[in-house]
């Protein structure tokens, strides 16, 4: 979101489960985000908080198989996106895209 709302958003990345044998990215996503001229800065899981729900605006939840039941309705958003597996790279990269997309909706009905 960083990248397409410049100064104008703050954004945090977290989940409800680390996935313990692999909490990274997989290179096929940073290859696909490098093309684009995203560049994974940290890659460490973190761990969602009850600190970090109080200081969202809005929690965008993107994944299909989330139980949502966690987040404050008036601030939950869910975009049901598909897993993918990181060996899959044309499906990585239609999620990437459909994401992108989805993060561009969501500026341009969010402008200040």
């Known amino acids: 979101m960083a990248h397409f709302g410049g100064d104008s958003f703050s954004v945090k990345s977290a989940g409800i489960m680390i996935d313990e044998p692999r909490p990274y990215v997989s290179e096929t996503t940073k290859k696909i985000l490098r093309e ?32 949502i039941g966690f987040f404050p309705n008036e601030k939950l958003i869910v975009w049901k996106v598909s897993d993918a ?8 990269r239609k999620i990437i895209d459909e994401i992108e997309k989805l993060v561009a909706s969501f500026l341009e009905g969010n402008k200040k």
Do not use: C, F, H
């Open 36 to 67: 684009k001229g995203i560049y994974v800065v940290d890659e460490n899981s973190i761990l969602l908080t009850q600190d970090m729900v109080s200081w969202a605006d809005k929690i965008i939840v993107v994944a299909d198989n989330v139980p």
């Open 85 to 92: 597996s990181e060996r899959d790279e044309p499906k990585v």
